[in-house]
């Protein structure tokens, strides 16, 4: 979920249009696909985990669902992860979660999450709990009615005032190196 503060200052006029331009450069077709977003995100393991997580990513910023990013859903997206504030992310990784679309999680949405991430990171951590254990502590943190559903209320209050939660379902998507990298390289 990216938990830091937002980075500071808005986007000006003159870093959309470097941006506009090295969109245009990179998706002459004026879409960006997902094997193009994988490259730009940085995932060229072959883990099934890692794919299925940026797709999940990929399709949360595909607002019209036409399997492509244009430009605008390009920009909201890069916003978002350089320089959007904890409230939007905590929205946004909600909705991202929030596979049915039915605006609560469920144990078998956060539990699905949960194993993504526990194969993509949490097996590299020092967290001894298995994705089920993870799954039964998020609920017991964040479920302030105890009616099996995290609401988007109790997911932002739960998430922002439990460290833990925080880390387990921080966002590492890392954005900022490919745009600090591709920015620099217009004519």
């Known amino acids: ?8 200052g808005e986007m000006n006029l003159a870093q959309i249009q470097e941006l506009c331009l090295v969109f245009m450069k990179e998706c002459p077709s004026g879409a960006l696909h997902l094997h193009e977003f994988k490259r ?44 959007g504030n904890l409230e939007d ?19 078998h949405e956060v539990k699905q999450i949960i194993q ?15 994705p089920s254990e993870i799954c039964d502590r998020i609920f017991d943190l964040v479920d302030q009615n105890h009616d099996g559903q995290i609401t988007l209320p109790e ?10 939660l925080m880390n387990l379902l921080k966002l590492d998507v890392n954005a900022t190196g490919w745009v600090i990298q591709n920015c620099g390289k217009l004519p």
């Open 89 to 107: 992310r905590l929205k946004w990784s909600f909705k991202m979660y929030d596979t049915d679309g039915n605006g609560m999680l469920d144990r």
């Open 40 to 83: 730009i995100f940085g995932v060229v393991s072959s883990s099934a985990e890692e794919s299925l997580y940026i797709e999940t990513v990929f399709h949360s910023f595909d607002t019209n669902k036409d399997n492509t990013l244009d430009f605008i859903e390009y920009v909201a997206a890069l916003h978002l992860l350089l320089r």
């Open 155 to 164: 997911f932002m209050e739960g998430a922002q005032k439990d460290e833990w």
């Open 116 to 130: 993504i991430l526990h194969k993509i990171k949490l097996q590299k951590s020092d967290i001894s709990m298995t």
């Open 1 to 8: 979920m990216g938990q830091e503060e937002s980075h500071s």
